[in-house]
Structure formats: C-alpha cells, structure tokens
C-alpha cells in the first residue's frame, strides 16, 4: 500500500519535475523534492523513481535533439542539486564500512552513480564519491590512502570497458574487491564478467542490498590479466587518428552534402567516426559485435533527429570498413552494423 501511495505520488510531480530542471530552476526542483519526503515518500524512491528517471527523460529529448547540450548540462546539474538536497535530509551514521565509489576514466554519465552513493550514504557506509572520469592510477593511490571494504565502478558507456577493465584488475591487485555497475557493464552485466569484477547490479537498490548482505565476496583465484585486446584491437586502436582523418577525406566522394557542411557539422561529423572507431574497438575488446550494433541503432536514431540520412552513417561505416581489409573480424563487426541500417529494427 506505501509503495502504491509513493509511487503515484512521484509520478503526479514527474512532469513538473522536468519541467523545473528543463528550466534549470533549482529552487522548484528542491521544492519539488521537499514537498515528497514532507509526505513521506521515501527518499529512496525520490532518488531512483523521481530523479533518475527525470535524467532518463533528459537524455532522450537531448537524443531527440529537442533539447541543446546546454539545456540537458543546466538539467543535470540541477538534478545533482535535487539529489544532494534528498542527501542533505537523510544522514545516517556509517556503521558498515567504508566504499569508494567512482566512474572509470573518460566517462562522463555521473549521475547514476551518484544516486548509488547517496543510497549507500543512507544504508550506513562511509562513501568516498570520487565522480565522473577518474583515471585508474589515481583511483589506486585513493585505495591505498583509505583502505575500503569495496570498490564501486560506473561505466554507462561501453567505450570505456578496457578501461573499467584495467581499473578492475588494479584494485583487485591492491587486495579491493569490485561491484561493478551501469549499462555500459552490458545485458546482465555481462562484459562485468569477462573483465573480473568480483560482483554487478543492475540498479542502486540491488547493489545495496548485495553489499548489505554478502561483502566481501568470497576470495576468487586473482589470474589477472589488464589486457583483452588481440592485435586486431590493437590495430584499431592504435590506427584511430588516421581512420578518423581518412574517412573525413574521402567522405565528400561517398556523400556529397559534407562539401556543404560548416565547420561546426564537420566537427560533429568527425566526432561520431570517433565514436565509430571506439565503439568497434570495445566490440573487438570484449568479443561483443552487439556493443557495435547497439551502438549503430542508436546513433541512426539520434542523426535522424538532426537530419541526417542512414546512407550518410553507412558511407561512413563503408569507409572505415575499406580501411581494414585484412582484419576479419573488426570487418564481420561493421558488416553486422551496416545490415542494421538495411534492416533497422
Ligand atoms: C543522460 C544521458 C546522457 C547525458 C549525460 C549527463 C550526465 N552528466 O550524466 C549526455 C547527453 C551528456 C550524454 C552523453 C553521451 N552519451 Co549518454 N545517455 C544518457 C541516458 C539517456 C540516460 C543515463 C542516465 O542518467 N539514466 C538515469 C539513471 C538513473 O538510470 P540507470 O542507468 O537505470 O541508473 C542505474 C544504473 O545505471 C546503476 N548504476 C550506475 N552506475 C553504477 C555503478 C555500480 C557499481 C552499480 C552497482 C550500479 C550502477 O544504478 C543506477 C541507479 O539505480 C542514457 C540512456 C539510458 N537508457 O541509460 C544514454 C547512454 C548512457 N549514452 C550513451 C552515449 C553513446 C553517449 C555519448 C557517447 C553520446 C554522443 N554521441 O556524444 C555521450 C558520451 C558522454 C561520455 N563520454 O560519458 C549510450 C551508451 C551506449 C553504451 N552502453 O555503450 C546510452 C546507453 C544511450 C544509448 N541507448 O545508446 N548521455
């Protein structure tokens, strides 16, 4: 019954809610958040059902290209203040032990995990947040500074998985078990697995409560290796400027409307064959063709929102195709997401 009454109680502020930090207006959003823990809605709930599904919300009208990146950035960071007046309202004294909770180096997404930290913070753990993007050697030398019971590490965004997957292998090494978490983790959480976290959950509530209730995990054979890539992913990798700057060349003769584009379009252009590039090499990394072709669907997507035709994103993925003749299996990869542009979903 509490959970019926809180959940539509969220729910009948949802739309204010976004519209509060669509306007990047802190005062109403705080007021919004206020207002529920005033009537009881747990701030559990505020947390995951009414902030983060706000954040989902945000992304997807960025996606749609409804909303600018300066008006998703003064969304989120007025999310963030939302969230920290829920923290500000619930403090609870550490009784667990002590986590630091971070995302992996060149990821950006830092919201989800801090609604993971907040919730922690409220299950009794001392939470060390270190935020978005924090390189694996700093993160060590954190561990060796405090001594936590447990390492959580966010990668939403599946390009930074052989960098999840180093970070993992040196807290392991410095003797810190790892929960690993966020979508770009994979269906599952299964690319977790193949880079050795000792531990995954889909959501903040199903990682407190794992680390409620089995922490530490029991000790595994430590086998550590911080590397996956063959030599096609080292080639990929190390070939990704030129990729990049050939592909931009020869684009005008596959796709003549670039010769119109400004300069701010040939940025963009040049910025998603990055993204092309890095998301083949994470396929290549942890032997996924679904982490490209999830990728392909998605970008299709979000360049049709602004305009630009699949055959645009096909003359690109043909192009650094053309560059990788004796690589197999980076070519099979692209082969499969240039069919899902042929058959979109
Ligand atoms: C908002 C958003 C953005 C915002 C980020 C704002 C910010 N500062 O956080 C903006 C617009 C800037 C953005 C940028 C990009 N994004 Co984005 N973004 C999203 C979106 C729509 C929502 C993410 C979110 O905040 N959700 C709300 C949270 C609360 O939901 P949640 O995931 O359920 O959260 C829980 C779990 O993730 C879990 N969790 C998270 N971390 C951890 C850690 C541990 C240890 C545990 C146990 C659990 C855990 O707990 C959370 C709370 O319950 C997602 C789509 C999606 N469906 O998630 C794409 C998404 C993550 N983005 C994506 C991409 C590709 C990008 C860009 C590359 C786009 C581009 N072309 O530039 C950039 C890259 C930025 C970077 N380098 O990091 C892809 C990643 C694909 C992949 N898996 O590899 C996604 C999945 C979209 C898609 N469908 O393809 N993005």
């Not at 969220?10 to 739309?15: K, M, R, T």
């Not at 971070?102 to 609604?115: F, K, M, Q, S």
Request: glycine share 6%.
């Amino acid at each position: 019954m509490t959970n019926t009454i809180t959940a539509s109680a969220v729910s009948s502020v949802d739309e204010s809610f976004l519209a509060a930090v669509g306007d990047g207006d802190e005062y109403a959003a705080v007021e919004i958040v206020h207002g529920l823990l005033d009537a009881g809605t747990p701030a559990q709930r505020v947390m995951v059902d009414l902030i983060g599904r706000t954040q989902l919300r945000v992304g997807e009208l960025w996606a749609a290209n409804e909303w600018s990146v300066a008006r998703e950035h003064a969304a989120t960071a007025t999310s963030e203040r939302a969230l920290a007046a829920v923290a500000a309202r619930t403090t609870v004294r550490p009784h667990r032990g002590r986590i630091t909770v971070a995302c992996v180096d060149g990821e950006w997404h830092a919201l989800p995990v801090r609604i993971l930290a907040e919730m922690l913070r409220m299950d009794g753990w001392r939470v060390d947040f270190l935020g978005a993007s924090v390189p694996g050697p700093h993160l060590v030398t954190h561990l060796h500074q405090t001594g936590p019971d447990a390492v959580a590490l966010s990668c939403m965004i599946a390009t930074r998985l052989p960098r999840a997957h180093a970070a993992v292998t040196a807290c392991r090494s410095a003797g810190v078990p790892v929960i690993a978490g966020g979508r770009g983790f994979g269906p599952g959480g299964r690319y977790a697995q193949h880079i050795g976290a000792d531990a995954w959950a889909a959501n903040a509530e199903e990682a407190v409560s794992r680390l409620a209730r089995n922490w530490p995990p029991p000790s595994r054979d430590p086998q550590l290796t911080a590397f996956l890539g063959d030599e096609e992913y080292t080639y990929v990798v190390r070939s990704r400027p030129s990729l990049i700057t050939t592909s931009m060349d020869r684009l005008a003769s596959a796709y003549p409307a670039v010769r119109d584009y400004d300069e701010r379009q040939r940025e963009a252009t040049a910025e998603d064959m990055g993204h092309v590039v890095d998301f083949l090499s994470a396929s290549l990394y942890v032997s996924e063709t679904q982490i490209f072709t999830d990728f392909v669907d998605w970008t299709a997507a979000v360049l049709l929102a602004r305009k630009v035709p699949a055959v645009a994103f096909r003359a690109g993925l043909d192009l650094v195709r053309d560059q990788l003749t004796d690589f197999h299996t980076a070519r099979a990869i692209l082969d499969a997401g240039i069919a899902r542009l042929s058959n979109p979903r």
